[in-house]
């Protein structure tokens, strides 16, 4: 009688099993990455939107945008708006604009709140918003810090860090009579136009 001889077959079926497993977590990552991107922008089609809107094809503007890329990666989406502040050491900020989502919601959104700066003055500002693991639209509705220190000049574009829990937005404005001292506060975005910078 012929013995199967075990010391052969089981260390194949663990080998086809290993190399098995290797190729399904390889597919399956490579099926989450096709999904991240479907959902996301890449940075040339941001850089393209964030030109039209601006008007300038500034160097600094891409170079920004590629910084931003660099710490956050690709956005979910983005808000194109317009800003008024104000500051006579402590500023308020008023703002409207669009959100749109890679998935294809879109909303109008307002957004006021408090700042403190060293200048006194008053500007209107075009305002291009990166945002960032925003499950919903709905999700943006409610007040978001700035983060110290995450303010970057380049070539006269301007970006800042807002962030609450996972949400990241990064503001980027363009021109000169930005405060910096926006940075500084937080920014409450709202579904109607509210005058209390609350």
């Known amino acids: 009688m012929r013995h199967l ?7 194949s079926a663990s080998r086809i099993f290993l190399l098995g497993l290797v190729i399904s977590l390889f597919m399956s990552a490579q099926a989450r990455a ?10 040339d089609s941001i850089v393209k939107e964030a030109k039209e809107f601006f008007g300038e094809a500034t160097e600094g503007l891409a170079k920004v945008i590629e910084k931003v890329f660099k710490e956050q990666g690709r956005p979910v989406g983005y808000i194109k708006g317009e800003e008024l502040s104000a500051a006579i050491t402590v500023g308020l900020s008023y703002g409207k604009g669009d959100l749109v989502l890679k998935n294809g919601e879109t909303a109008k959104v307002f957004w006021q709140g408090p700042s403190i700066g060293f200048d006194l003055g008053f500007n209107a500002s075009k305002v291009f918003t990166l945002v960032y693991n925003l499950p919903s639209k709905h999700d943006l509705y409610q007040r978001f810090p700035g983060v110290d220190g995450s303010l970057y ?13 996972d949400i990241v937005l990064a503001p980027i404005r363009l021109g000169a009579g930005w405060r910096t001292g926006a940075s500084v506060g937080y920014l409450h975005y709202t579904r109607e136009r509210s005058y209390l910078p609350l």
């Open 34 to 43: 096709a999904e991240a991107d479907q959902n996301t922008y890449d940075q």
């Open 5 to 11: 001889n075990l010391n052969r077959i089981f260390p």
């Open 153 to 165: 000049w380049i070539a006269g574009v301007g970006v800042n860090y807002q962030r609450r829990q």
